[in-house]
């Protein structure tokens, strides 16, 4: 008779996962289809509600690092759980709000630190835990899950405010990032330990390795990580290249190609429609790209995908136009598989250079993403109203992407422990 070979548990982890960062994804569609709603009902200017939306990006990146030494010690499981219980908070609390300092403290506060605490710093983790063959690939699944919940809750969240109100998608978000907490608590594992199990790949002779010792002390874990890797060049150089790879995304392209469009007689719903087509190439470039980190040398990755995403940038300018010309199809296609291709490659690194402190070390690593993506925002908003047009901020992201293209390569000759390096036990406070 033939045996039926058992699913390895590592996938099962990694598809709740996958549906939980869905879920929590919902509130990255909510600002573009909420913005003018509040502006309408409750009179306030696009930029205090802009600035709700600037400090849940910053905390959605510091949290990140802090988040992952959350896990270490009270195991992933937990921190996601009360991770999507403050997302829902964050987003259904809104139908009750009178003033503008409630939507900061809703919006920017509570949703910022929900979502910063599922961010990539949650996969970097979970893979590094579950998995020693694949992890490239599961990387750029997981990474893709935020970009598939946006892609599944924005046409649905901007139907519901065309015909119930954004009071009713405000609603949605909260609901679904809610339904999903006892999935969360019934099958998402701290550790292969948890149930017998080596992680996916690992010799079977090795046994079910115990898990880690908890750390005293989440801050202290996270804060003494940074200072241990910031000694290194490796350390600079990813962080560098990452943060201007959240300048030329969501700073930049995110936040700014819509107006942009707009500004060359496109329509705005047809320049919205461009951008979900980013994030629908987004998936199947993050995923390739999670294949190829496990089969080619993740500095080479990145050297390629920053450098063509800074030739792809210099060529933008002469792109605009009222109509959506192929040459505009081809840039959105070609960016769209670079838009976070980046994120795979770059864990691949971090676990290389750091070890065991991979995930809290990536944490600070996406942490600059996320200020080079507020940096960008508001720098090229500037920009815009000082020269009139944006075509300078599109030359000078795509000098900075071949710059990072640099920064990627001189990981060559950046020295790096052993990637099973023993990782320094945090000072424990008398």
Known sequence: MFRVKRLHPAWLVAAVAFVALVGAAGFRATPGVLLHPLHDEFGWSLGTISLAVSINLLLYGATAPFAAALMERFGLRRVVAYAL??????????????????????????????TGSMALAFVATLTG???????????????????AGQLVFLPVLALLVDNQGWRTAALTVAGAALAVV????????????????????APESDGPAAPPAPATGAARRALGALR??????????????FAICGATTNGLIGTHFIPAAHDHGMAEPTAASLLALIGLFDIAGTIASGWLTDRMDSRVLLGWY????????????ALFAATVRPSMVVFILFYGLDWVATVPPTVALCREYFGPAAPVVFGWVFASHQFGAAIAATATGVLRDRLGNYDTAWYVAGGLSVGAAVLS??????????????????????
Do not use: C, N, Q
């Not at 835990?129 to 970009?147: E, P």
């Not at 999935?183 to 790949?201: E, F, I």
């Not at 241990?228 to 290249?241: D, E, H, I, M, V």
């Not at 950046?414 to 945090?426: E, I, K």
């Open 409 to 430: 390569l001189m990981l060559f000759k950046a020295r790096h422990p052993a990637a099973d390096a023993p990782v320094p036990a945090p000072a424990v406070a008398a």
């Open 129 to 147: 835990r579950w998995f020693v063959k694949r992890r490239g690939l599961v990387t750029g699944v997981l990474t893709a899950g935020g970009a």
């Open 306 to 317: 920053y450098a063509l995403r800074g030739l792809s940038l210099l060529f933008l300018p």
């Open 85 to 114: 219980v403050l997302v829902s908070a964050g987003s259904g609390l809104t139908v009750f709000m009178r003033h503008s300092w409630e939507l900061i403290a809703l919006w920017g506060v509570l949703v910022g630190l929900g």
């Open 182 to 201: 006892p999935l969360v608590l019934w099958r998402l594992r701290d550790h292969p330990s948890d149930l017998g199990v080596t992680a996916y790949g």
């Open 228 to 241: 241990t890797a910031s000694r290194t060049p490796a350390f600079w150089l990813l962080a560098g290249g």
